[in-house]
């Protein structure tokens, strides 16, 4: 047997045992979050429906959490996370003892107001200590090293994304591999094995088989969910407005919470307070959980004493933050459920990964096929007037989803910022584009088409044709007031825009129901846009 199918034979039974992400049975394409366990203790399982007591985990990591430890030991941690949250938390002490973080190695950390699994980021994470959920259902404590070697196996559905439901054959504008590109282009590339990390793929039909850490399985399923969620948006929305700009994928509400509070305006009057004070300060004012990384603060030898300033009334918040931090190299960035003051570098090499609905961007306005849409101006556009030292060589940061009308890329969170002003920027300017054409489009025009002799005579006859104009051109543009057909002796009287009348006059020569030798059009002038022209028909005729 070769090793293809092989391989496609392992594919087919992880189709029939693992939990797959898929299209709810409604039909309406949603995806549901993936939540298989973690796996076994060895390196890599195939995932099966989570179990009670893996559900109670889960559960547990969402619960809301309060942590003031002063020198803790580790085992200590573990046995209240366990009491607290009643769950089974075990300590993997050889991976322990091998990463020189034996069970008594005292931890310090004080957090509230945020889920479990974010608290114990911070208390764990700087002391190069990773939690993951075992495949019996309990919470183990292990080296961080371990933990990215921890795999599963996950199958996720991809027939959702396919454009037309007419046949099983995918259209050839749309390829599989562009979802594969997308996935360890934008997560984690560096843990694929393309770039001789643990993690694969391979395509079995339209199902994707990924063996990742649980981690990076769970931002895949949210980057598709995401992505799914923009191929809902049809680009006549995008062009109204009221549609976000960008979606974050990887947020949680908390975070995309904070990130509000961050762009809204508040009053500053900072003045000599220490970095640690201003933390809790800030905090009791903006009423979101700000935490310091101490990690990155102790690294670049910057005390949490150091005393900071900063004044300004009703000012955005970011530009607070800013005032108060530049100065010093510090930064900010949201992550893990609360405001991070963070060192400037680590700020600036932070990458969240964004996805931009681009449908109305990338097609003229009154085109609405793929086959006209054009990315690499959009990309080219952004990657050269935002940060353009950030993009790398080129734009191959940036990657086109055809099938979603979406750009997916990881930039910083002050870099996203500015791509979504120059989108919002962009679309205004294409809207006042539109509207001018429109107002060019409703230059209303009076135009009489005259009947041949033997339909004039036959009333019914002449009704039909009013009837079918009415049904197949611009049906709605009917209903505005200025609009108007109707029979006169011998001809069809018309008040229309010049493009209506254009379709008009194609439809009834093709019919070939009126004479193509007479006829005349009108345009008053106080209707007609400013740069507006006559339409001309080509029945001959005067305009008057």
């Given at each position: 047997m070769s090793r293809a199918l092989v391989l496609r034979a392992i594919a087919l039974i992880a189709l029939a045992t693992v939990f797959v992400l898929r299209s709810d049975s409604r039909g309406d394409g949603s995806l549901e979050a993936d939540k298989a366990?973690?796996?076994?203790?060895?390196?890599?399982?195939?995932?099966?429906?989570?179990?009670?007591?893996e559900t109670t985990v889960r559960r547990a990591l969402d619960e809301p959490a309060d942590f003031n430890f002063v020198n803790t030991p580790l085992k200590d941690i573990a046995a209240f996370v366990a009491k607290q949250y009643k769950i089974n938390v075990l300590l993997d002490t050889i991976a322990l003892e091998d990463s020189k973080v034996p069970p008594k190695t005292p931890i310090s950390e004080t957090i509230s107001h945020v889920p479990l699994r974010s608290a114990l980021h911070?208390?764990?994470?700087?002391?190069?200590?990773?939690?993951?959920?075992?495949?019996?259902?309990?919470?183990?404590?292990t080296s961080a090293e371990i933990a990215k070697r921890k795999l599963t196996t996950r199958v996720y559905d991809l027939w959702g994304f396919k454009p037309?439901?007419?046949?099983?054959?995918?259209?050839?504008?749309?390829?599989?591999?562009?979802?594969?590109?997308?996935?360890?282009?934008?997560?984690?590339?560096?843990?694929?094995?393309?770039?001789?990390?643990?993690?694969?793929?391979?395509?079995?039909?339209?199902?994707?088989?990924?063996?990742?850490?649980?981690?990076?399985?769970?931002?895949?399923?949210?980057?598709?969910?995401?992505?799914?969620?923009v191929r809902r948006l049809d680009r006549a929305t995008?062009?109204?407005?009221?549609?976000?700009?960008?979606?974050?994928?990887?947020?949680?509400?908390?975070?995309?919470?904070?990130?509000?509070?961050?762009?809204?305006?508040?009053?500053?009057?900072?003045?000599?307070?220490?970095?640690?004070?201003?933390?809790?300060?800030?905090?009791?004012?903006?009423?979101?959980?700000?935490?310091?990384?101490?990690?990155?603060l102790v690294d670049a030898g910057i005390s949490d004493e150091l005393k900071?300033?900063?004044?300004?009334?009703?000012?955005?918040?970011?530009?607070?933050?800013?005032?108060?931090?530049?100065?010093?190299?510090?930064?900010f960035i949201v992550e893990h459920d609360v405001l991070l003051i963070t060192t400037a570098d680590?700020?600036?090499?932070?990458?969240?990964?964004?996805?931009y609905p681009v449908g109305d961007l990338i097609v003229p306005d009154d085109s609405d096929v793929n086959g006209g849409a054009d990315y690499d101006s959009l990309i080219e556009a952004i990657t050269c007037t935002v940060a353009p030292s950030s993009w790398g060589n080129g734009n191959g940061s940036v990657t086109p989803v055809s099938s979603c009308d979406a750009l997916v890329f990881p930039q910083t969170q002050e870099v996203h910022r500015q791509v979504a002003k120059l989108l919002e920027a962009l679309r205004a300017a294409k809207k006042d584009r539109v509207q001018q054409s429109a107002a060019v489009k409703k230059s209303w025009v009076v135009q009489v088409y005259p009947l041949k002799a033997a339909v004039a005579a036959d009333e019914k006859a002449s009704q039909q044709i009013v009837d079918t104009v009415r049904k197949l051109i611009e049906p709605k543009s009917w209903t505005e007031p200025e609009a108007y057909i109707g029979l006169v002796p011998g001809a069809i009287v018309v008040r229309q825009s010049a493009s209506v009348h254009r379709r008009i006059q194609s439809l009834l020569n093709a019919i070939e129901y009126t004479t193509r030798g007479g006829g005349f059009q009108t345009a008053p002038a106080a209707s007609a846009a400013p740069g507006a022209k006559n339409a001309t028909g080509t029945g001959g005729g005067g305009v008057f």
């Open positions: 366990p973690a796996g076994s203790t060895a390196k890599q399982s195939i995932d099966a429906e989570p179990s009670a007591s911070f208390a764990l994470g700087a002391k190069g200590i990773a939690f993951v959920e075992s495949g019996d259902g309990e919470l183990l404590f037309a439901p007419t046949d099983d054959v995918w259209p050839g504008s749309v390829s599989l591999a562009d979802f594969d590109e997308v996935i360890q282009s934008n997560i984690a590339p560096e843990s694929w094995s393309s770039n001789n990390g643990p993690g694969s793929s391979m395509f079995v039909d339209a199902e994707l088989v990924v063996s990742q850490t649980d981690e990076i399985q769970s931002q895949i399923a949210r980057l598709l969910a995401g992505l799914q969620k995008l062009r109204k407005g009221g549609t976000p700009t960008v979606l974050f994928p990887m947020e949680t509400a908390a975070e995309a919470h904070i990130r509000q509070v961050v762009e809204s305006r508040h009053d500053f009057d900072i003045t000599g307070a220490p970095l640690n004070g201003i933390a809790k300060l800030l905090t009791a004012e903006l009423k979101i959980p700000i935490q310091l990384d101490s990690l990155a900071l300033s900063a004044q300004g009334h009703q000012i955005p918040v970011a530009a607070g933050l800013h005032r108060l931090f530049d100065p010093r190299d510090l930064g680590v700020a600036k090499s932070k990458d969240v990964l964004g996805i």
